[in-house]
């Protein structure tokens, strides 16, 4: 994931209107249908797809810039501009597919914004949220955002910093959540030195996050709306499947009973799903793509993890249903992370 500046200052709640530019809306009943593939029982799966479950989301550009985007077309359909002396630098949403919080930083400020899309996916204002202030620096190491994430029902915000050294080194890493509505800190949490990022929450306020760095791997946070909760590793860095191994990426399914994660060997990286109770794999929901051009793993989830949207690579777009993908026609605007940062493409 990229890396920002993660300075910030405390700011009043209160409604800004960035520039939002729609742009042409597909006509309903003319979009692209994704190509089908039937399961291993021969029968198409019943219900709704991933793709009408989550219809929109928004991506952050390079330049700091952002769009909304419809997921079964990846047709853009409104341009988000940050307010002014400011760039987005890292997004989350909820599950409701339509609330999202959007990061900004300046050279000196980093401020969060919640964002409304209707039923068409067109944006309202962004509305700035009163989140406290964030340490610019730990030490002599300073700070950058790394993980984000709204909880399923749009409540709390959970918000990961790295730091980097002038020695080369990782520096400390800290995890904060917020009441989004006030910004009222909750807890905060010092895992060590290293980068916690991945953030995904559970219904029952359980954080889950990946960890870089000592004893690397997926952790878990009881509830992470209480100080001094307790956390444990879930998955270790060594679990995998098929010589395949990493745990990279984690997105935990919201009743808190599985984890879909980036696995890898060598240059070969797939999208695997874990057990959170056994810590061990269960199967892999994308198979091996060899030095993908671009983001590889999960992206979203519903409650039980039946239904998800993951990729693996430039044009590798998939929706999944009990286990079984199916490859998209159309292309999202998938990031490329260079180095550890904030989430840029969020359901």
């Not at 190509?35 to 799966?45: D, N, R």
């Not at 959540?177 to 929450?201: D, E, I, K």
């Not at 960890?211 to 878990?220: D, S």
Request: overall charge positive; glycine content about 12%.
């Amino acid at each position: 994931m990229r890396r920002v500046t993660g300075t910030a200052v405390v700011a009043a709640a209160g409604c800004v209107v960035a520039a939002i530019v729609l742009a042409n809306v597909p006509t309903a009943g003319h979009s692209a249908p994704p190509v089908t593939e039937k399961t291993k029982h021969g029968h198409l799966a019943a219900g709704p797809t991933p793709v009408a479950m989550a219809p929109y989301y928004v991506a952050i550009n390079r330049y700091g810039g952002g769009a909304v985007h419809a997921t079964a077309t990846g047709s853009k359909i409104a341009t988000l501009r940050p307010p002014r002396g400011l760039k987005f630098d890292g997004a989350a949403g909820s599950e409701n597919a339509r609330t999202f919080v959007l990061a900004a930083q300046s050279a000196s400020a980093s401020r969060f914004y919640q964002l409304q899309l209707n039923s068409r996916g067109k944006p309202g204002r962004l509305s700035l949220r009163a989140v406290p202030s964030l340490p610019r620096r730990f030490g002599s190491c300073p700070t950058a955002l790394a993980g984000l994430a709204v909880s399923q029902d749009g409540r709390l915000l959970a918000i990961s910093l790295l730091s980097n050294c002038p020695t080369g080194n990782a520096g400390p890493g800290e995890i904060l959540t917020v009441r989004l509505a006030t910004g009222r800190l909750l807890a905060t949490f010092r895992p060590g030195h290293g980068y916690p990022q991945s953030l995904s929450w559970t219904l029952s306020d359980g954080l889950a996050y990946g960890w870089a760095g000592p004893r690397a791997g997926v952790w878990l946070i009881s509830d992470a709306t209480k100080p001094g909760a307790s956390r444990r590793m879930v998955i270790g860095n060594s679990a995998g499947i098929d010589g395949l191994s990493g745990a990279d990426n984690p997105l935990i399914t919201p009743d808190g009973s599985a984890v879909t994660a980036t696995v890898g060997s060598g240059t070969k990286l797939a999208v695997a799903d874990f057990s959170v109770r056994t810590g061990k794999a269960r199967g892999l929901l994308i198979r091996p793509v060899r030095s993908p051009a671009q983001y590889c793993g999960p992206l979203w989830t519903d409650t039980t993890g039946r239904n998800q949207l993951a990729a693996c690579g430039d044009g590798a777009e998939y929706e999944i249903q009990n286990g079984h993908p199916t490859k998209l026609a159309s292309p999202w605007q998938l990031p490329t992370y260079l180095v550890p940062g904030g989430p840029l493409i969020a359901w």
